[in-house]
C-alpha cells in the first residue's frame, strides 16, 4: 500500500486557514498567494483522496476527515518546530523570568515550558502567577523578562498585541444556572477591585438596567471558578482556561472583548527571552475565540 507524506507546508496553510476562518488571511499568513493556497488545498485533498473541508456559506468548513487531519496536522506541525527551534537554539542558556494572568497558567503555562525545555534544556525558566496590575509592576520595575497579559489601557515600553478575546458569561451547570437567573438582584462572582473584567461586567449589566450584587469577592481564579461551581453566582472571564464544568451563557448582556499583549522588558531581549516568546505566540493561535 502506497504510504502518504503530509508536506508540512500544505499542512501549516491549512491549519492556519482553518485556525483564522478565512484562506485569503491565510496566504497573508504563510506569505503565499491565493491561488498558491488553492493549489495546496487542492493536493492536500488529492493525498487523503477525500474532501477535508466543505462549502459553508460564504466561507468553509471542515468535513469530518478535515477535523481528524487537523488534529494531526497540528501536532505534526508542533513536533517540526519544536525541532527546528532545538537545532537553532542548541546552544542557549540562562535564566528566563516570565510572568502570567490565572486564565493560563493551568493549561498554556505547561505545555509552554515542555515545549520551550525540550527544544532548549539548558535555559532555567522562573514564572510568576498573578494578577494584571503587578504583573506590568514586574515588567517595568524589569523583575521579570517576558510578560502575558490584558490590555489594561496602559502599555508597556515593549510590547505586541498577541490577539483579541471576546469576555463571556459564565455559569455552573444549567440547572444551577436556571437558578440565578431568576434571583434577584443577579448575583455576581468577582475579582476583588481594580479588575477590568468586574468592571466589564458591572457597567454591561448597568447599561442593561439590570440590578446585580457582589456575592463574592476574591483574589485569585481558583476562587472564582470555585464559587461559580458553587452556584453563588455568574462571573465574566474569557474562554481561556475555562473548566470544563463550568459554561459560558447565552441572552446575557453583550460584553466587550479584550486585548491580549506579550510584554518585553527590554527592547532587544536575549535569545532565550525571544525564542520563549515565539513558543508563547505559537501557543497562544490555539486559544478558543481568539481573533
Known amino acids: 500500500m502506497h504510504k502518504i507524506s503530509f508536506d508540512l507546508d500544505v499542512l501549516r496553510s491549512f491549519v492556519t486557514g482553518v485556525e483564522l476562518g478565512s484562506f485569503a488571511q491565510a496566504a497573508e499568513r504563510v506569505g503565499r498567494s491565493t491561488s498558491a493556497i488553492s493549489a495546496q488545498l487542492k493536493k492536500l485533498e488529492e493525498q487523503v483522496g477525500v474532501p477535508v473541508l466543505r462549502k459553508a456559506g460564504r466561507g468553509m468548513a471542515?468535513?469530518?476527515?478535515?477535523?481528524?487531519?487537523?488534529?494531526?496536522?497540528?501536532?505534526?506541525?508542533?513536533?517540526?518546530?519544536?525541532?527546528?527551534?532545538?537545532?537553532?537554539?542548541?546552544?542557549?542558556?540562562?535564566?528566563?523570568?516570565?510572568?502570567?494572568?490565572?486564565?493560563?497558567?493551568?493549561?498554556?503555562l505547561p505545555?509552554?515550558?515542555?515545549?520551550?525545555?525540550?527544544?532548549?534544556?539548558?535555559?532555567?525558566?522562573?514564572?510568576?502567577?498573578?494578577?494584571?496590575?503587578?504583573?506590568?509592576?514586574?515588567?517595568r520595575s524589569n523583575q521579570i523578562d517576558i510578560a502575558l497579559s490584558w490590555d489594561a489601557g496602559?502599555?508597556?515600553?515593549?510590547?505586541?498585541?498577541?490577539?483579541?478575546?471576546?469576555?463571556?458569561?459564565?455559569?455552573?451547570?444549567?440547572?444551577?444556572?436556571?437558578?440565578?437567573?431568576?434571583?434577584?438582584?443577579?448575583?455576581?462572582?468577582?475579582?476583588?477591585?481594580?479588575?477590568?473584567?468586574?468592571?466589564?461586567?458591572?457597567?454591561?449589566?448597568?447599561?442593561?438596567?439590570?440590578?446585580?450584587?457582589?456575592?463574592?469577592?476574591?483574589?485569585?481564579?481558583?476562587?472564582?471558578?470555585?464559587?461559580?461551581?458553587?452556584g453563588l453566582g455568574i462571573t465574566v472571564r474569557t474562554r481561556a482556561g475555562l473548566p470544563a464544568h463550568l459554561r459560558v451563557l447565552q441572552d446575557m448582556p453583550a460584553l466587550p472583548s479584550i486585548a491580549l499583549l506579550m510584554h518585553r522588558a527590554e527592547a532587544v531581549p536575549t535569545p532565550a527571552v525571544r525564542a520563549l516568546g515565539e513558543i508563547i505566540a505559537e501557543h497562544l493561535r490555539e486559544l478558543p475565540g481568539r481573533a
Open 154 to 230: 496602559a502599555a508597556s515600553a515593549y510590547c505586541e498585541q498577541l490577539g483579541v478575546l471576546p469576555m463571556c458569561w459564565i455559569g455552573p451547570a444549567e440547572h444551577a444556572t436556571a437558578a440565578l437567573a431568576n434571583t434577584q438582584p443577579l448575583p455576581l462572582v468577582l475579582f476583588e477591585s481594580p479588575c477590568l473584567m468586574r468592571s466589564a461586567a458591572t457597567q454591561a449589566l448597568d447599561q442593561a438596567g439590570q440590578v446585580w450584587r457582589v456575592a463574592f469577592s476574591g483574589g485569585s481564579l481558583n476562587a472564582l471558578w470555585a464559587a461559580v461551581s458553587a
Open 111 to 139: 505545555s509552554i515550558l515542555g515545549s520551550f525545555t525540550r527544544a532548549h534544556p539548558q535555559v532555567q525558566i522562573e514564572a510568576r502567577v498573578t494578577r494584571n496590575a503587578q504583573l506590568l509592576e514586574l515588567i
Open 62 to 108: 471542515l468535513t469530518p476527515t478535515g477535523e481528524i487531519l487537523l488534529g494531526y496536522a497540528r501536532r505534526l506541525l508542533a513536533l517540526n518546530d519544536e525541532a527546528a527551534a532545538a537545532v537553532r537554539g542548541a546552544d542557549l542558556a540562562g535564566v528566563v523570568r516570565i510572568g502570567l494572568q490565572e486564565d493560563f497558567a493551568e493549561h498554556l
